[in-house]
């Protein structure tokens, strides 16, 4: 019944609710979905098949799986990628480098007067003679 092109909804997870196309069979418990949601392996306990099919390859991109299914008549959106920039970390190496250090400022040492009396010991007790 789950077979490659078959057009599921996503019951469980994060995904919950989503159409999806089978994209591959993997074994008995799982299959390779791409759709709506993103593309991975799913247990086939967690979707649920429709009486739709797409008519795509085992493995097919998700260009391809794109294409199919606006055939059948409902769109895919974009997957999210953020752009990829260049951290200037070398950069910000050399402009650490290249400010000069903080300098703190020193403070007059503070000198402790001296200790000019000694504290007095207390006198041994003396020995009572019998």
Known sequence: MIDVGRICVKIAGRDA?????????????????????????????????????ADIKKGAS?????????????????PKTKPKTVKPRHARRSKLAQAPAPVAEKKPAVKKPAVTETPAKKAAPAEKKA
């Open 62 to 78: 998700h260009e391809t799986v794109a294409k199919a299914v606006e055939k059948l008549g409902w769109q895919l959106h974009a």
């Open 17 to 53: 609710g989503k159409k999806c196309v089978v994209v591959d069979v993997i074994d008995d418990n799982y299959v390779l979905i791409d759709g709506e949601t993103r593309r991975r392996k799913s247990n086939i306990l967690h979707i649920e098949p429709l009486d739709q099919s």
